[in-house]
């Protein structure tokens, strides 16, 4: 008869209950499972014969082929690091069942069919870790969806602000977690997330870590973060609350989001951008952001004394702020972003933002962040960036270009130049698109901790991707 709904409610109480969004104790950690066995009482609840045969007959399986060639030049730093990986990503869900239920599972394998440099320092270990293969499961996530509201719990995407699947690499992040979804009205969504482990881009699995832990901590195989500013003898991490609401109508965008990263960090950050709709097809818009951090409990910075940017503190507290303007043109964009993070003295990388799952992939909001880095990675200061795309060929090709400059206290001034190719083919290979991605970035004074570069050199980054889509 399965799992009773009364009894199963009772359940999810007790664990709630003992789920504290301020950081406290946590009870059931792997919720992947509690989950299953939750979501199966119900389905045996209400599953009906014909429902239950949607499973097959409506599942979806998507996916890609990636194959990807990333190459790292220096002009001051032997050897230059480079990696190929090629890789793919498998989606299926089932069709609807129980009254609103489905399951969706991702699974990714990639292989650089032994490329990989035997000296692990000219090996670019952030497109998949120094081995030459990886596999994982992206998704595994039981979901209800109705009219009002969409709950999935299990490993999963996740798309806020500040916690993303950073999809830059031949595999993308996911959570561990529970997730829900509102929408109460039309364009406003409300979101509520309890994430418990991460999977970075190239671990094999999913583990209690983020960005600012070393790369093997607890087994994982997690490369391309900050990667060792919490030492190895650190408790494990204890996840994220996060809330939040997103709203659009009428060319106006607004984002409100709340996260406490226990341990590390309470974060507020909020922007919006509005676009002025005209009959020209040449619409100006603007926009702003703000940030504001504090410390959390036991804070993990504080009590092991961490230097971020050669700056210890006393508590975590940062805040930024941020302006944007630009005009759409048929076809194009224009945009010009401004930043500044304040200093703070006394706090923990003298002001620096703390990012658990951004730091050093360089994929948070800022309107200054570059391909490379962005102020997350180089603390206090200010920055500025151009930006121009416009689109050829019926779409079919996108050019970009960008240009970025940062004064900062901890990591100098640099700046960095950017291009940006895009063809997606059509007929008979439509799906498949090539990107080669350039960015150089130039120091020009080293900070009051180190530069940005090695020995304050010029650093060219330089990224083929080709993606087919089935």
């Not at 999935?152 to 031949?170: E, H, I």
């Not at 509102?182 to 999913?206: C, H, Q």
């Not at 973060?225 to 809330?243: D, L």
């Not at 008979?428 to 901790?449: A, C, P």
Request: with cysteine; glycine share 10%; hydrophobic share 35%.
């Amino acid at each position: 008869m399965g799992w009773p709904l009364r009894q199963g409610g009772a359940a999810w109480c007790r664990i709630l209950s003992n789920l504290d969004p301020w950081g406290g104790h946590i009870m059931y950690k792997h919720v992947l499972s509690i989950a299953v066995a939750a979501g199966l009482g119900l389905i045996s609840f209400h599953a009906q014969a014909d429902s239950l045969s949607n499973i097959f007959t409506q599942s979806h399986v998507s996916g890609q082929f990636r194959s990807f060639y990333f190459s790292r030049i220096y002009s001051a730093k032997n050897p230059d690091q480079n990696a190929f990986s090629t890789a793919m990503l498998l989606d299926a869900t089932t069709g609807t069942f129980g009254n609103g239920f489905s399951l969706t599972g991702s699974f990714l394998s990639a292989n650089s069919f032994g490329t990989q440099s035997s000296n692990p320092a000219a090996i670019d270990t952030t497109v998949m870790g120094p081995g030459n293969s990886i596999s994982s499961l992206g998704q595994a996530y039981l979901q209800y969806r109705n009219q009002l509201a969409t709950v999935r719990a299990g490993y999963q995407y996740l798309n806020t602000p500040w916690m993303g699947k950073s999809d830059s690499r031949v595999a993308p992040a996911s959570y561990n977690a529970l997730s829900l979804r509102l929408n109460p009205v039309k364009g406003l969504s409300v979101y509520a997330i309890r994430a418990f482990e991460f999977k970075s881009r190239t671990s094999r699995g999913y583990f209690s870590t983020n960005l600012y832990y070393p790369h093997t901590f607890n087994g994982d195989n997690m490369y391309g973060g900050m990667e060792g500013q919490i030492p190895a003898t650190a408790p494990s991490f204890k996840g994220t609350w996060a809330f939040g609401a997103n709203y659009a109508a009428n060319g106006f965008k607004f984002r409100g989001w709340y996260y406490n990263f226990m341990q590390f960090a309470r974060m507020a950050y909020a922007d919006g951008n509005y676009t002025l709709k005209t009959a020209s097809g040449i619409d100006p818009f603007f926009g702003a952001q703000w940030v504001h951090e504090t410390s959390s409990s036991n804070n993990q910075f504080v009590t092991n004394n961490v230097s971020l940017y050669g700056v210890p503190g006393s508590q975590v507290k940062s805040n930024t702020w941020g302006i944007e303007g630009g005009v759409n043109i048929p076809g194009g964009r224009f945009q010009l972003g401004y930043d500044k993070i304040s200093q703070e003295t006394g706090a923990v990388g003298n002001g620096a933002i703390i990012s658990p799952y951004t730091a050093a992939y360089a994929t948070d909001p800022l309107y200054t962040t570059s391909m490379i880095r962005g102020l997350v990675e180089m603390g206090p200061g200010h920055a500025w960036k151009a930006k121009f795309t416009y689109h050829f060929l019926n779409n079919h090709l996108r050019l970009m270009a960008a240009y970025a400059a940062y004064t900062t206290i901890q990591r100098g001034n640099s700046h960095d130049l950017y291009f940006d190719i895009t063809y997606n083919f059509d007929g008979y290979l439509k799906g498949l698109s090539i990107r080669d991605r350039v960015e150089r970035s130039n120091q020009s004074s080293s900070g009051v901790w180190k530069g940005v570069n090695p020995n304050n050199g010029s650093f060219t980054y330089n990224r083929v991707m080709m993606v087919y889509k089935f």
